[in-house]
């Protein structure tokens, strides 16, 4: 697995599971924080399965410098399959007028925060990681995983495409509608939480 | 010529440069006379640079401990 361009000839099964782990530790904890943005509290199990079945594939990664990609890649997929066995009910969202929703207009016609001269900012500052987190984790996964692989990952809308194995236009306009959908289950859970009651 | 509408729903990609070059110039030409959707603009870079800085950077060390143990036992 060290060696690019095919040369494996010297290496042993040994050194190719040692390469192996070398790469999963070094990649461990980008991958728990990736699983963790996925699928919350089922990251472990994700990682879990996904360091199993990259081992069973390693062979099948010629190029090291792949390797981080190869990993979160079938990360992904696992994310995928652990959520879709603990069958969890989806939070129900309402896609209706999702396209003409606005966060920035609803903050300034709601105006929650009255005696704020940076209104739209104290709304976001009153988010906390954990918000945040359950934020996303209302989305539906189909939405979710772009926009976390996008915005919090930092991967590119067709390196998202190449992992989730679905065209570069699938990916944006899912992209598009988890962006519209976060921000109005922003609102949503800033008012249920009690977010907007708070004046800076 | 488009309206506020449209330039919502454009707005990410427009931000992402994923917006195509026709609608690229509608959505110019509407932010020249639109201070609303200026500020709708400004707010989106706000969330996009929110959300990148969100992300959770806690690793629960029982976890990262349990899993480096697998990663050991991988092909011994």
Known sequence: ?200 | MIGCAEAVRLLWEYLDRTVEQGDRALMEEHLTRCRTCCGELEFAKELRSFLARSAERTLPPDVLRRLNESIEELGT
Not at chain 1, 163 to 169: K, Q, T
């Open chain 1, 1 to 200: 697995m060290s060696i690019a361009g095919g040369e494996k000839a010297t290496e042993t099964p040994a050194d190719a599971a040692e390469a192996f782990r070398a790469l999963a530790r070094a990649q461990l904890p980008r991958l728990v924080l990736m699983a963790r943005r996925l699928v919350g509290s089922d990251a472990e199990d994700a990682v879990q399965e996904c360091l199993l079945k990259a081992f069973q594939r390693h062979a099948q990664l010629k190029d090291p410098d792949a390797g981080p990609a190869w990993l979160a890649s079938i990360l992904v997929n696992c994310c995928h399959d652990v959520g879709r066995r603990r069958a969890r009910r989806p939070v129900e969202v309402d896609l209706e007028g999702l396209e003409r929703f606005s966060l920035f207009r609803k903050i300034a016609y709601e105006d929650p925060f009255p005696y704020s001269d940076s209104l739209h900012l104290d709304f976001l500052e009153a988010f906390g990681p954990e918000d945040v987190r359950e934020v996303v984790a209302r989305l539906p996964e189909l939405y979710r995983v772009p926009l976390v692989l996008v915005h919090m990952e930092g991967y590119l809308a067709k390196e998202v495409a190449r992992m989730l194995d679905v065209p570069l236009g699938t990916v944006l306009s899912r992209l598009h509608r988890g962006r519209k959908l976060f921000e109005k289950q922003m609102w949503e859970y800033a008012d249920e939480a009690g977010l907007l009651r708070g004046a800076p």
